[in-house]
C-alpha cells in the first residue's frame, strides 16, 4: 500500500458496507483545490455510487456532520425534496469507514450519485442574481422549518474559535503561526465578543452549507435550485454564514479560476440587489447584517487560518494564509460597511 492508498482504502470501506458486491472501478472526479478527494466507484451488478475520502477536521464532526446532511435530504419538503445527495444508510445509520494506520486518518462515506443540470454563468445579470436570491430565501426558509427534526451538531462558532486558541497555546501552533500569534489571538478577541454583542444565539439556527460557488450547485431551466453537492463546510448556524459566498456568486468579477477571499464583494451594488431581493422573501434583522463582518472573520480565521494546511491543497493555503494577514483581515474594519446595505434594506 502507498503513503494513501485511496482506491483500497474505499474498497475497504465498501466491503465493510456490503461484501456481495464488488467494486471493478474507481475514477477520480476530485475538484482538485482540496485535500478532499471524491470517486465515481462502479460495481460488479453495473450500479454506482459516490465515494468522499476526507481528513479534514475530526472524523467525529465528519460523522456528525453527513448524518445532519442525510436526515436534511429526507426531511426536505418540495420543492427541495431531492435537492441534496442521499447517503448509503446501514442498520439504521449512515455509514462511514474510518481507516486508521501509523499516521493515516481517514473516513470514507458513500452516496447516491446527485442528478445536476445547469450552471450558473460565471457572471450574472440582474435578473439571475434577484432569481438567486429568492431561491436561496426559499432554501434557507426550508431548512430552517427542517430544523427541528434533525440530530443535535456539536460544533459551535464559539468552540471553532476556542479550539483555534488552544491550538495557538502549542508548540505546533506556534510554529505554524510564528510572528501572528498574538495578531490571531487578537481577532479571535474581537470575535468573540461581538457575537456576544450581537446576541447570535438568538439568531435563526439551520443547517448551512457555507461555499455556495457556482461548482457546487445546479439549477433548473427555471432557475431554481435543482441540486447541490460538496459538503465539506456544512455547519449548524446562522444563515449568515452562506452570504460571503453567495456575495461571490454574484459579483461583478464572476466566478474566478484563481481565487482569494477579499471581503469587497459584500459591498457591492450588485449584492445589495441580491440582499434587496432575499429580505422581501425571509427578512434580515439588522443584528443579522451586522454580523456578516464577523461571519467573514470567523471564515477565515476557521477556515483559512485553522484548517487552511490541511483542507487545501499546499500552494493555495500558502498563498490564502498570506493574504489574510496582509489583506483579508485589515479590510474587515476599513471595507465592510453595515450601514450601507441596512439604508440598502430600509432597516
Known sequence: MRLID???????????FDASKSIVNIDDIS??????HVFRVRLDTDEMVI?????????EHFKEDHRIIHALSTNLLYPFENVLAKSLVKNNQVYTYRYQQALIDTWVVF??????KEKLPRRLDENQIRNLAREMAKFHKACFRANSTLPKSSKKLRTDIQQLLDILETETGEFEHRMHVDFLREQCGIFLKNIQKLNVTEF???????????????????????S???YDWFRVSSRIMDFYFLSRVVSDVGDRTVFS????????DRFMIFLKEYHAIYPLTENEIRFMKEAYRFFILNYVIKYGRYF????????????AYNIYFPSIEKEFDADKILRSLGI
Not at 475538484?31 to 478532499?36: D, E, F, H
Not at 465515494?51 to 472524523?59: D, I, M, N, R, V
Not at 439551520?206 to 461548482?215: C, E, K, Q, Y
Not at 487545501?312 to 493574504?323: D, M, P
Open 228 to 230: 447541490r453537492w460538496d
Open 6 to 16: 485511496y482506491p483500497e482504502i474505499i474498497k475497504e470501506a465498501w466491503a465493510g
Open 261 to 268: 477571499y477579499y471581503i469587497g464583494p459584500m459591498m457591492e
Open 312 to 323: 487545501f491543497h499546499r500552494t493555495y493555503a500558502i498563498k490564502l494564509q498570506r493574504e
Open 111 to 116: 452516496y447516491n450519485p446527485i442528478r445536476a
Open 31 to 36: 475538484a482538485k483545490v482540496s485535500t478532499n
Open 204 to 226: 435563526d439556527l439551520m443547517p448551512v452549507f457555507v461555499d455556495w460557488n457556482i461548482g457546487n450547485f445546479s439549477v433548473n431551466e427555471n432557475a431554481q435550485l435543482y
Open 51 to 59: 465515494a468522499k475520502l476526507s481528513y479534514f477536521g475530526k472524523y
